[in-house]
């Protein structure tokens, strides 16, 4: 929540795990398509119901409205096939699947 903050948060870390997850997943499930596949950079932004509830100054809801998953990947490999490859490994994500449930969750691959 603050730049400034020497120690991420546990809504950073939630966030992060997911972006990590998807990342592995989908670097190790190119790799066993071959596709040729570099330069996977993806990026988890959440958005609470409530912030202020979260902070103690409110009795909203605190959890997550919504997380915007974006996907950046650099192949000359079939765009389709790595798109097909990307769809998959946010669908059989543990992570994404449970977080999904609890709010809007959106996903996008960028080929750069």
Request: with cysteine; aromatic share 6%.
């Amino acid at each position: 929540f603050e730049e400034s903050d020497r120690n991420p948060s546990s809504v950073e870390y939630v966030l992060g795990a997911l972006a990590a997850d998807l990342a592995n997943g989908f670097a190790t499930a190119c790799g066993r398509q071959g596709l040729d596949v570099d330069d996977i950079e993806v990026t988890a932004r959440g958005t609470l119901h409530d912030v202020l509830a979260h902070l103690g100054m409110g009795d909203g809801d605190p959890g997550f409205a919504r997380i915007d998953v974006r996907a950046f990947a650099s192949s000359y490999r079939d765009e389709d096939a790595v798109r097909a490859t990307w769809a998959d490994v946010v669908r059989r994500s543990p992570t994404a699947a449970t977080l999904a449930k609890a709010c809007v969750l959106e996903q996008r691959l960028t080929m750069i």
